[in-house]
């Protein structure tokens, strides 16, 4: 079983950049595809990111497309998500998730969860 944990969310203005990192434990994070999600208050679990185990093909919500940036490094067993350009309405607390196969953009089809770390973006 791998444990997931979240780090880099802060406070930062409209049009700043922020790197979050999803770092695992437990085990090897190669084998697992992850994905990113954010939950604003009062508002359902989205999805933002998601690449497959190899990290050659990413999927990228509407909203953050051209803006947020999945990578992976598998030696250091470390999803990242680079934020740029930054908007008020990106303000959310972001999860990563994994999964063994390739998951969805659904948040019920993914097995392990990070705590979470805040982003806010003030305007």
């Known amino acids: 079983q791998v444990q997931l944990v979240e780090s880099g969310g802060g406070l930062v203005q409209t049009g700043g950049s922020l790197r979050l990192s999803c770092a695992a434990s437990g085990r090897t994070l190669r084998t697992y595809a992850v994905g990113w999600f954010r939950q604003a208050p009062g508002k359902e679990r989205e999805f933002v990111a998601r690449i497959n185990r190899g990290g050659g093909t990413t999927y990228y919500a509407d909203p953050v497309e051209g803006r947020f940036t999945i990578s992976r490094n598998n030696a250091e067993s470390t999803v990242y998500l680079q934020m740029n350009n930054l908007k008020p309405e990106d303000t959310a607390i972001y999860y990563c998730?994994?999964?063994?196969?390739?998951?969805?953009?659904?948040?019920?089809?993914?097995?392990?969860w990070g705590q979470g770390t805040q982003v806010t973006v003030s305007s």
């Open positions: 998730a994994a999964n063994l196969w390739s998951g969805t953009s659904s948040a019920s089809a993914w097995d392990y």
